[in-house]
């Protein structure tokens, strides 16, 4: 359920990290258009910072959505591995049932042959 939650949290950076560049990019234009250099340079480097920043979100969080199927792929085998020693314990369990049964009538034919 983490892991679900960490990718989850990522896909909702991604979504405010696209709205805040569009943002800014809104911003840029506005500036652009007043004239103000220094201002429009400023408002370029943070969207380009954020522009690293989103893209860095979004490896990550691939990254944590291929671990996410590894993990789920690995859960899915131990499930079944499990299904299968229970299985085998129940048949080993019927087994024992048998030779105590087998070994209780061995003894009552044992001290029915004595008498």
């Known amino acids: 359920m983490t892991l ?9 950076l991604i979504t405010f990290m696209d709205y805040r560049i569009k943002q800014l ?8 258009s007043k ?6 340079a400023k408002v370029e480097d943070r969207a380009s910072e954020l ?3 989103l893209e860095k979100t979004k490896r990550e969080r691939g990254e944590e959505l291929l671990r996410r199927e590894a993990l ?5 085998e131990v499930r079944s591995h499990l299904g ?16 105590d049964d087998e070994l ?6 044992l001290e029915s042959s004595r008498a």
Request: net charge negative.
């Open 72 to 76: 789920e792929k690995e859960l899915h």
């Open 51 to 53: 522009r690293e920043e």
């Open 84 to 99: 299968d020693a229970q299985r085998l314990l129940k048949e080993a369990r019927v087994r024992a049932r048998k030779m």
């Open 25 to 32: 990019q809104e911003e840029l234009d506005t500036l652009k």
């Open 35 to 40: 004239g103000g250099p220094e201002a429009v």
């Open 4 to 12: 679900f939650d960490r990718v989850h949290d990522a896909g909702r």
């Open 104 to 109: 209780l009538q061995a003894v009552k034919d």
